[in-house]
């Protein structure tokens, strides 16, 4: 995610035309999918979670969508920060379509029908089934006369319109489904399954599911139009096959190294802090802050600033949390002694 954002904002135009920027955007590209996949991911399982500890499965499902709608507000209060602290563009960019307004509204969903299906396989095979609807009919909704009659807004989150959507709906939504399908899977390990049992099934359905969208790209559309690399079903289920075929083999990769005694509690911490870290990068990596260096950075000079940047971003995540701790042990010190804490 870090390096799609820098490699876009911070090269040279003339670099762009390289090869080994093309090959770095297509690796960058796949931050996207993956931030949208493991939302649907770690919300289901936090909810299997969340149900287990409180034993109430309502409970559960409501936190889920609760958290879905915060981070579709958190969408326009990102856009209002950007706005205020980085000058001279239109206010009406706060309601740009970004990846936020994408995810969240997909949560609420997401988590509607977790709630809604008890079963595992109810829930596997609904979620399924949401993520290849989503993508089966991208082409279609891409080009239906419906959508024009849409409020201009709605438009913006069903197909693209210039500068006021980076992400839509279809087919972007596809992924936190197509995620929510494999937290299922993932939160069955504590039902009582064995970790190898699930590994080889994540395994497997990549191996399907990437050897299906490899398959389906050779044959001829069935649509009347559509763009392999941004509306075709199957180029979404090669993405989908290789987040799953990518989670099986560093999760191997992971236990290795537990096994002989490294931990990943530093690449723990960032997944952990996902959404901040965007918050703040994509704040830096476009905003005024780095002008100086925006579109005029060679590819050797773009790799150090990257590497600088990514590093600071680890570096961050803790100062985060030591103000978090801190300003949490004041609200407690304000509640338990108010006359301490006006002094």
Same mark, same amino acid.
């Given at each position: &995610?870090?390096?799609?954002?820098?490699?876009?904002?911070?090269?040279?135009?003339?670099?762009?035309?390289?090869?080994?920027?093309?090959?770095?955007?297509?690796?960058?590209?796949?931050?996207?999918?993956?931030?949208?996949?493991?939302?649907?991911?770690?919300?289901?399982?936090?909810?299997?979670?969340?149900?287990?500890?409180?034993?109430?499965?309502?409970?559960?499902?409501?936190?889920?969508?609760?958290?879905?709608?915060?981070?579709?507000?958190?969408?326009?209060?990102?856009?209002?920060?950007?706005?205020?602290?980085?000058?001279?563009?239109?206010?009406?960019?706060?309601?740009?379509?970004?990846?936020?307004?994408? &995810?969240?509204?997909?949560?609420?969903?997401?988590?509607?029908?977790?709630?809604?299906?008890?079963?595992?396989?109810?829930?596997?095979?609904?979620?399924?089934?949401?993520?290849?609807?989503?993508?089966?009919?991208?082409?279609?909704?891409?080009?239906?006369?419906?959508?024009?009659?849409?409020?201009?807004?709605?438009?913006?989150?069903?197909?693209?319109?210039?500068?006021?959507?980076?992400?839509?709906?279809?087919?972007?939504?596809? !992924?936190? !489904?197509?995620?929510?399908?494999?937290?299922?899977?993932?939160?069955?390990?504590?039902?009582?399954?064995?970790?190898?049992?699930?590994?080889?099934?994540?395994?497997?359905?990549?191996?399907?599911?990437?050897?299906?969208?490899?398959?389906?790209?050779?044959?001829?559309?069935?649509?009347?139009?559509?763009?392999?690399?941004?509306?075709?079903?199957?180029?979404?289920?090669?993405?989908?096959?290789?987040?799953?075929?990518?989670?099986?083999?560093?999760?191997?990769?992971?236990?290795?190294?537990?096994?002989?005694?490294?931990?990943?509690?530093?690449?723990?911490?960032?997944?952990?802090?996902?959404?901040?870290?965007?918050?703040?990068?994509?704040?830096?990596?476009?905003?005024?802050?780095?002008?100086?260096? #925006?579109?005029?950075?060679?590819?050797?000079?773009?790799?150090?600033?990257?590497?600088?940047?990514?590093?600071?971003? !680890?570096?961050?995540?803790?100062?985060?949390?030591?103000?978090?701790?801190?300003?949490?042990?004041?609200?407690?010190?304000?509640?338990? #002694?108010?006359?301490?804490?006006?002094?």
């Amino acid at each position: &995610m870090i390096l799609a954002h820098v490699l876009d904002a911070w090269t040279l135009p003339a670099e762009k035309t390289t090869l080994v920027y093309r090959y770095l955007r297509l690796l960058g590209g796949f931050a996207a999918p993956a931030f949208l996949w493991l939302a649907g991911l770690s919300l289901v399982v936090s909810g299997d979670r969340l149900r287990r500890h409180t034993g109430s499965r309502r409970q559960a499902w409501q936190r889920l969508v609760q958290r879905g709608l915060e981070i579709f507000i958190l969408a326009f209060v990102f856009r209002a920060h950007s706005f205020v602290f980085n000058p001279g563009g239109s206010a009406l960019h706060i309601f740009r379509v970004d990846i936020l307004n994408i &995810m969240g509204p997909a949560m609420v969903l997401a988590g509607l029908l977790w709630g809604g299906l008890r079963s595992a396989m109810g829930q596997v095979i609904g979620f399924g089934l949401c993520a290849t609807a989503i993508a089966m009919l991208t082409p279609t909704i891409r080009l239906a006369g419906w959508v024009d009659a849409l409020p201009i807004w709605g438009q913006w989150y069903v197909r693209p319109a210039g500068e006021y959507t980076v992400f839509t709906l279809f087919p972007w939504a596809g !992924f936190v !489904f197509a995620g929510a399908a494999t937290g299922v899977v993932i939160a069955r390990s504590e039902d009582g399954w064995s970790e190898r049992r699930v590994h080889r099934t994540v395994l497997v359905a990549g191996s399907v599911v990437l050897g299906l969208g490899l398959y389906a790209s050779t044959l001829p559309t069935i649509y009347g139009a559509s763009a392999f690399w941004s509306t075709s079903p199957a180029f979404f289920a090669v993405r989908v096959g290789l987040l799953l075929l990518t989670l099986g083999l560093l999760d191997r990769v992971g236990r290795s190294l537990r096994r002989r005694g490294v931990e990943l509690s530093a690449l723990t911490r960032l997944g952990r802090s996902s959404l901040f870290v965007y918050w703040v990068h994509v704040q830096l990596a476009y905003g005024w802050a780095t002008g100086p260096i #925006h579109h005029r950075l060679t590819m050797p000079q773009m790799a150090v600033a990257y590497t600088v940047f990514t590093i600071a971003m !680890f570096g961050l995540i803790p100062v985060r949390d030591r103000l978090r701790q801190a300003w949490d042990a004041q609200r407690r010190l304000g509640r338990e #002694h108010p006359s301490v804490a006006s002094v």
